[in-house]
């Protein structure tokens, strides 16, 4: 997986010019669980699911008989990876000093 530098915007082939593009100013961290999870990476890794996603629903939809099945499957994870990009987009993340687990 490829770094992304700061300030770098994220293009998509699906996305229009009135679509927002995601701008990254740091390399911000969320917890989840007990792992820290760089934003930049996340973000990278469901642009390329997308691409990936729609490319191959595209090739599905090309053959004599695709199974309808199949590419229902690839359309409900090509939603739910947009919904959490744009989630993303639309949640810029706020970053804490604290990287210690408050307690009690």
Known sequence: MSSIPDNTQLHHPSFTPKDP??????DKVIAVGQQRVHVSAVTTKICEDIAFLEDRIHRLEEMKAP?????????????SRQSVLE??????????????PKTG
């Open 21 to 26: 593009v995601l701008t990254i100013n740091d």
């Open 67 to 79: 199974s309808e099945t199949v590419i229902n499957t690839y359309r409900a994870m090509l939603e």
């Open 87 to 100: 989630w993303l987009q639309e949640h810029p993340l706020e970053t804490s000093q604290t990287t210690e």
